[in-house]
């Protein structure tokens, strides 16, 4: 199963800019990078997601790098309601979606 | 537009009891089907996905089962519940075509004393 590693947590000031890494090296050609943010206790919530362009839209942009071996969502500025565990999962169709244990972002004021 | 509904939010059983959660899915035909559990802490197992009526694949060894009755349905179930089994239960669908975006529900949280 294609796979996925990002930082176990990272910490962001309010009103700057926050770029989240993930690594996704055994990415196949057909898998679609996505992204989910968690706010505690809800369901996630989809933010983004690409295949082989930086993409954008009101939440977040991503970055994908040109050997698609990596991504990095980006917040462009960061607010306290931004704070959640950011998941990045590749998305094949094929059914089996697998999330890995994703970055938590706290956001100081 | 396309709904997802989960229920029940909160449940708290006793060691041994059987489970029931139900997730409907609206305004879509044919989707993709998921359940997944959260446990303390972070991260998502995937407990079982269906790509249609009747077809369940099955993630991980334990003493819980999935059906798809039907189309907009998707049920997880046990017979005796564990005291492991405590945690957060997530439905979520895509179209299984395309980006195949997750929409997830609002979670199930089961206490198991």
């Known amino acids: 199963d294609a796979k996925t590693t990002q930082p176990n947590s990272m910490e962001s000031n309010e009103e700057e800019p926050v770029h989240l890494p993930c690594n996704h090296s055994t990415i196949s050609g057909t898998d679609y990078i996505h992204w989910y943010r968690q706010l505690p206790s809800q369901g996630p919530e989809y933010v983004i997601h690409g295949l082989t362009s930086n993409v954008n839209n009101r939440m977040a942009s991503l970055a994908i790098a040109e050997d698609r071996k990596s991504s990095t969502l980006i917040l462009h500025r960061a607010t306290l309601r931004d704070a959640a565990v950011y998941y990045c999962?590749?998305?094949?169709?094929?059914?089996?979606?697998?999330f890995g244990q994703g970055t938590e972002l706290s956001v100081k004021p | 537009s396309q709904t997802i509904h989960q229920w029940p939010a909160t449940l708290v059983q006793p060691v041994g009891s059987p489970l029931s959660l139900e997730c409907t899915v609206e305004?879509?035909?044919?989707?993709?089907l998921y359940w997944y559990r959260q446990a303390a802490g972070r991260g998502l197992q995937l407990l079982f996905y269906s790509v249609g009526i009747g077809q369940i694949s099955s993630e991980v060894p334990q003493n819980l089962s999935a059906s798809r009755p039907q189309d907009w349905q998707f049920i997880l179930s046990s017979k005796k519940l564990l005291l492991s089994d405590s945690g957060f239960y997530l439905c979520a669908w895509s179209k299984g075509s395309g980006a195949n975006v997750l929409t997830f529900g609002a979670g199930s949280r089961l206490t198991v004393l």
């Open positions: 999962i590749l998305n094949n169709q094929g059914g089996k979606l697998i």
């Open positions: 305004g879509t035909s044919n989707p993709n």
